[in-house]
């Protein structure tokens, strides 16, 4: 009787999973259609695959230099965030200064403000510093707000992480670089991991802070998307479908590889005894 209801369990999970990747699911079977059979009502489930409409999307110009764009925007701007956060939140957890844990409420309470109440304010501060329209005021801009969010996921993993390990390697010689880097770093690479996907997947589906702080040279792929949508025979449906399909696979793909550090990372940490 355990072994049915369990199976019913699992079951149902798939089912409910499968129901929410559907629309996914639509979306990469429609890449591989020709424009007739996309449209074509009733849908056709069996035809012929063909990989013109990518190939046409990749010798695309315009959105390859977008795709780059994407990519190295948002990798350079969470791996500078990550190893920013890496030293506050080691700071925070170890030297506490007054207010930390009201520190921490500010910094969670900032991923908690809606965009579009902070964009108008960010506009005028890069126009001001002419930082429109360029890399380096988007790679600073997506690192600034990544920051916040990795400090509180790190801090609760080196919370984690008993004070005895530094006293060890300060009291034979070490240095609190060492501590750092040798000691605690090799220890929380879970949430490293969970901090980076965490952000990279904001970063890398932002679409305001681009559309209204970016321009054309520093274009990623959800602006282009969105401002490529219709030709003058109306909604590009193979463009909506190729890009969707170049732009979200890698995401899965990384998520479907780390899901484990996901977990771990939702529960900020894991509590060991001390040694």
Excluded: C
Aim: aromatic share 18%; net charge positive; charged share 10%.
């Amino acid at each position: 009787m355990k072994r049915i209801a369990r199976a019913a369990y699992y079951i149902a999970l798939w089912i409910v999973a499968l129901i929410f990747f559907a629309p996914v699911l639509w979306i990469f079977v429609s890449a591989f259609k020709s424009k007739s059979e996309l449209l074509s009502i009733p849908p056709k489930w069996i035809f012929t695959p063909t990989l013109q409409d990518l190939a046409q999307t990749f010798h695309t110009n315009l959105f390859l230099r977008n795709l780059i764009n994407s990519v190295s925007i948002s990798f350079i701007a969470v791996v500078i965030a990550i190893v920013v956060s890496f030293l506050a939140a080691y700071s925070f957890s170890r030297y506490r200064p007054r207010g930390t844990d009201f520190i921490m409420f500010l910094l969670l309470s900032i991923r908690m403000v809606p965009g579009a109440a902070v964009i108008v304010p960010i506009y005028l501060m890069y126009v001001a510093f002419g930082w429109t329209d360029s890399y380096v005021g988007m790679t600073l801009f997506y690192t600034m707000f990544s920051i916040p969010f990795s400090v509180w996921i790190l801090k609760g993993f080196i919370d984690g992480v008993s004070v005895r390990f530094d006293e060890t390697v300060l009291v034979s010689g070490g240095s609190r670089f060492q501590v750092m880097f040798r000691v605690i770093l090799p220890q929380i690479k879970p949430g490293l991991v969970a901090a980076f996907i965490f952000n990279i997947i904001f970063t890398w589906n932002d679409f305001l802070v681009d559309f209204i702080v970016g321009g054309k040279d520093v274009t990623t792929i959800p602006v282009a998307l969105a401002t490529g949508l219709y030709t003058s025979l109306g909604v590009d449906w193979t463009y909506i479908a190729s890009v969707a399909l170049v732009y979200t696979l890698p995401l899965i793909v990384i998520v479907f590889f780390f899901q484990k550090y996901l977990l771990v990372g939702m529960t900020f940490g894991t509590v060991r005894g001390e040694v």
